[in-house]
């Protein structure tokens, strides 16, 4: 049975960091990809990040890229988010997604979410 547990989320000023942490258990998760996703008050799921199953590819969406890094420790289970320069506009539910299959990547192919993890910025 296919887990994933958010964590890491909290509050935050503007300018500040967090670090999110998805753990991972149920599948071989060395064969798939991993990505972060976001909910916003008011607004559908967005993609955020994702990363293949060897780390050698990456990917972002224009509104947090040069300010969040996506990685994983594939002997952990776990895939991070690490977010920087921490904006109001990132206030949403994080959410991590596995690949819907082995090997195989597309922003859209995510499936088995996490119940998430809730982020705030403010002053």
């Known amino acids: 049975q296919v887990q994933l547990v958010e964590s890491g989320g909290g509050l935050a000023q503007p300018g500040g960091s967090l670090r999110l942490s998805c753990a991972a258990s149920?599948?071989?998760?060395?064969?798939?990809?991993m990505g972060w996703f976001r909910q916003r008050p008011g607004a559908e799921r967005e993609f955020v990040a994702a990363i293949t199953w060897g780390s050698g590819a990456k990917y972002y969406a224009d509104s947090v890229k040069g300010r969040f890094t996506i990685s994983r420790d594939n002997a952990k289970n776990t895939v991070y988010l690490q977010m920087n320069n921490l904006q109001p506009s990132d206030t949403a539910l994080y959410y991590c997604g596995k690949g819907e299959s082995v090997y195989y990547y597309h922003r859209d192919a995510f499936n088995s979410w996490g119940q998430g993890t809730q982020v705030r910025i403010s002053p």
């Open positions: 149920g599948f071989a998760f060395y064969e798939y990809a």
